[in-house]
T-cell receptor, first 115, second 114 residues
Framework: GAVVSQHPSRVICKSGTSVKIECRSL??????MFWYRQFPKQSLMLMAT?????????EQGVEKDKFLINHASLTLSTLTVTSAHPEDSSFYIC???????????FGPGTRLTVT | GDSVTQMEGPVTLSEEAFLTINCTYT??????LFWYVQYPGEGLQLLLK?????DKGSNKGFEATYRKETTSFHLEKGSVQVSDSAVYFC?????????????FGTGTRLKVLA
């Protein structure tokens, strides 16, 4: 149980275009989803926290207009990187949680490359 | 603020060697503590966890004990295998502004040689 999927696993896009990444909880309802960014050989950096049906809460320094997060249902959250640039190239990982203080379950990650 | 400090890697061991990866934390209140493992190109997998002081988490031969007096959660394994080669992250979960967030350490890369 507690499986989280992400789609796509890899995406290459041209500079200036937008890319959408999906995060789904497959066998549980996720009241909260988290989006992380990971640079090569570095730790995970929390970008934002989203609760179903409400606006995401972004961490300091994360541009909310660039990284659009939608948590429309209890099993799906999306991250859209708008007007992507090469510096947005990174590994994006989502996680999902039930309840208010439960364990987070992580997706397999999405490798974004902006050319 | 809350933080997690891990020993820097990479750690290179021979197969069947004993492994210790140190992790210490700073937190207000009583956090839950976790060890996650990340294999190349993949997301994070929970390895073990402990939710209160003196709890011992264990899985696949790995162990870690929640030590409140030393604010530590060191990861140990008695005999590592080549398949244990990965990056290991220590993390804590703490209430912050009403939301339980994870705070990760920087990760420790383990390489096990045959």
């Amino acid at each position: 149980g507690a499986v989280v999927s992400q789609h796509p696993s890899r995406v290459i896009c041209k500079s200036g275009t937008s890319v959408k990444i999906e995060c789904r909880s497959l066998d549980f309802q996720a009241t909260t989803m988290f989006w992380y960014r990971q640079f090569p050989k570095q730790s995970l950096m929390l970008m934002a926290t989203s609760n179903e049906g409400s606006k995401a809460t972004y961490e300091q320094g994360v541009e909310k207009d660039k990284f659009l997060i939608n948590h429309a249902s209890l099993t799906l959250s999306t991250l859209t990187v708008t007007s992507a640039h090469p510096e947005d190239s990174s590994f994006y990982i989502c996680s999902a949680r039930t309840g208010t203080s439960g364990e987070q379950y992580f997706g397999p990650g999405t490798r974004l490359t902006v050319t | 603020g809350d933080s997690v400090t891990q020993m820097e890697g990479p750690v290179t061991l021979s197969e069947e060697a004993f492994l210790t990866i140190n992790c210490t934390y700073t937190a207000t209140g009583y956090p839950s503590l976790f060890w996650y493992v990340q294999y190349p190109g993949e997301g994070l997998q929970l390895l073990l966890k402990a939710t209160k002081a003196d709890d011992k988490g264990s899985n696949k031969g790995f162990e870690a004990t929640y030590r409140k007096e030393t604010t530590s959660f060191h990861l140990e394994k008695g005999s590592v295998q080549v398949s244990d080669s990965a990056v290991y992250f220590c993390a804590l979960s703490t209430a912050s502004s009403g939301t339980y967030k994870y705070i990760f350490g920087t990760g420790t890369r383990l390489k096990v040689l045959a």
